[in-house]
């Protein structure tokens, strides 16, 4: 199924993409802190893999707030994302999972204010936090120190707080769908490093991402995750090993 809204285009247009799978624990804690925003423009879009629980009837408290919904069988998580990506119209492209959230009200209005200050800049990103279900901080990660060099250590800005223009997806290509955990590891090498994409970094924390998705389920899933970042790195000519790459634990 499928709804649109129309939008006013006297603002920089946001489309911010949630995809799911079964996340009726989470799920409605993720819409909530986009409704809650207070920047307006921005075109929610949710594409739903068939989901057997409950998460459509959440979504469907919102229908009239979200722009597109989508839920159908899909490929797996990088499929619906660039199937989110086909439907954007936005001038800047974001995702969000759904097992995170916008940290505060007034994130997107940040993203913005960035792209608006700094008009070379073809991509932001910021500072995320790891939590508990409590919503317990675990870890922060701070991208300030981060540079395209550090791809090479497995090193990313991270990925929830990435934004950036749309026209860059058509440029560069969308996610890959032949990886499971890292696609945007090396969607992230592809734009920051082969490509040089300009980028600024925001000072704040903009998303807390809940522990237990997955790529922080388990062992299992960091050995899957560092063997795809080997390959994200080899693929696009960044020399890198094994060593390196754990060197960051």
């Known amino acids: 199924m499928a709804n649109a809204t129309c939008l006013n285009t006297d603002k920089m247009k946001i489309s911010l993409i949630t995809v799911c799978y079964n996340a009726e624990m989470t799920m409605e804690k993720t819409i909530l802190s986009v409704l809650n925003q207070?920047?307006?423009?921005?075109?929610?879009?949710?594409?739903?893999?068939l989901s057997n629980d409950a998460t459509m009837d959440i979504v469907g408290k919102y229908?009239?707030?979200?722009?597109?919904?989508?839920?159908?069988?899909?490929?797996?998580?990088y499929?619906?994302?660039?199937?989110?990506?086909?439907?954007?119209?936005?001038?800047?492209?974001?995702?969000?999972?759904?097992?995170?959230?916008?940290?505060?009200?007034?994130?997107?209005?940040?993203?913005?204010?960035?792209?608006r200050g700094?008009?070379?800049?073809?991509?932001?990103?910021?500072?995320?936090?790891?939590?508990?279900?409590?919503?317990?901080?675990?870890?922060y990660y701070s991208a300030?120190?981060?540079?395209?060099?550090?791809?090479?250590?497995?090193?990313?800005?991270?990925?929830?707080?990435?934004?950036?223009?749309?026209?860059?997806?058509?440029d560069y290509g969308n996610y890959r769908t032949d990886f499971e955990i890292a696609a945007d590891f090396e969607l992230?090498?592809?734009?920051?490093?082969?490509?040089?994409?300009?980028?600024?970094?925001?000072?704040?924390?903009?998303?807390?991402?809940?522990?237990?998705?997955?790529?922080?389920?388990?062992?299992t899933s960091t050995l899957i995750i560092n063997r795809e970042i080997k390959r994200a790195c080899d693929i696009n000519g960044v020399h890198t090993n094994y060593i390196k790459i754990y060197l960051k634990y």
């Open 79 to 115: 499929d619906a994302i660039n199937k989110g990506i086909s439907f954007a119209t936005g001038d800047v492209v974001g995702i969000l999972n759904s097992d995170d959230v916008l940290a505060t009200p007034q994130t997107i209005s940040q993203i913005v204010a960035e792209f």
């Open 118 to 139: 700094n008009r070379s800049a073809q991509a932001v990103f910021g500072d995320i936090s790891f939590v508990k279900k409590n919503g317990t901080c675990l870890r």
């Open 38 to 49: 207070d920047y307006k423009n921005v075109e929610y879009i949710i594409v739903d893999g």
């Open 144 to 170: 300030k120190k981060w540079r395209p060099s550090s791809l090479a250590w497995g090193f990313m800005p991270p990925h929830p707080t990435f934004y950036c223009k749309r026209e860059l997806f058509a």
């Open 63 to 77: 229908i009239d707030k979200i722009a597109i919904t989508i839920s159908e069988k899909d490929s797996g998580m």
């Open 188 to 219: 992230l090498i592809r734009f920051l490093k082969v490509n040089s994409v300009t980028y600024s970094y925001i000072p704040q924390l903009l998303v807390e991402m809940r522990m237990g998705g997955k790529s922080t389920k388990n062992f």
